[in-house]
């Protein structure tokens, strides 16, 4: 069956620090993954989109890279800050199909 | 102005009752849907809207029923409501064609049902 995992584990790091969320899927040919930052009570935020032919990504302080042998996305915060606290998702949309969102990393970043 | 509005914020409710969730966007976008969080955190599409036309539909229980007035405006009715209910449902909207489908998410309606 086809499945998206995220860290089910929290993700607790120190500011400063880079943060790396990983994101495995199964038994999906995605054409493209995104990933979504959720804050409590509120909707997910789109943050980053990659490509099934690219291999890397880069916002600011933000990287994702996409490995379709591996199957597995990685995202990446540079030199975190306590605001970077959040939950985030990764979304993978196949062909003519629709968005399958994983169940979210909680990343907590202490001063 | 926000994007894309759900109201109410919060709903709580005995079960076997009837209520509604209504969203509306000003994104100017041709698709709408609807999504359900549960206690764990996974979001799982139920609906999806495009121009007014259902395109998606999820194992969903018939309770629930969708309306789309306009391409703006995307209403979740639910029947009978059930204690498995009680979640957070999140409306959203895309560009058809562009941004490769980007979601722009409403703030969500945290659902209680006792």
């Known amino acids: 069956s086809q499945k998206i995992e995220q860290n089910s584990e929290a993700l607790n790091i120190q500011e400063g620090k880079t943060a790396t969320l990983t994101c495995n899927y199964t038994?999906?040919?995605?054409?493209?993954l995104q990933w979504y930052r959720q804050d409590p009570g509120r909707g997910p935020v789109f943050l980053l989109l990659i490509r099934e032919n690219e291999k890397e990504k880069r916002k600011e302080r933000l990287k994702v890279t996409f490995d379709t042998t591996l199957k597995q996305s990685l995202f990446h915060i540079t030199a975190s800050q306590p605001a970077d606290s959040a939950t985030y998702l990764c979304?993978?949309?196949?062909?003519?199909?629709?968005?399958?969102f994983g169940q979210g990393t909680e990343l907590s970043v202490k001063p | 102005d926000t994007a894309v509005s759900q109201t109410p914020k919060y709903l709580v409710t005995q079960m076997g009752n009837d209520k509604s969730i209504k969203c509306e966007q000003n994104l100017g976008h041709d698709t709408m849907y609807w999504y359900k969080q549960d206690s764990k955190k996974f979001l799982k599409i139920m609906f999806s809207y495009n121009n007014k036309e259902l395109i998606i539909n999820e194992t969903v229980p018939n309770r629930f029923s969708p309306k789309s007035p306009d391409k703006a405006h995307l209403n979740l009715h639910i029947n009978s409501l059930e204690l498995g209910d009680s979640a957070v449902y999140f409306c959203?909207?895309?560009?058809?064609?562009?941004?490769?489908?980007?979601?722009?998410f409403g703030a969500g309606t945290r659902l209680s049902v006792l």
């Open positions: 979304a993978l949309y196949k062909r003519g199909g629709k968005l399958i």
């Open positions: 038994n999906y040919s995605p054409a493209y």
């Open positions: 959203a909207s895309s560009q058809d064609g562009k941004d490769y489908n980007i979601q722009y």
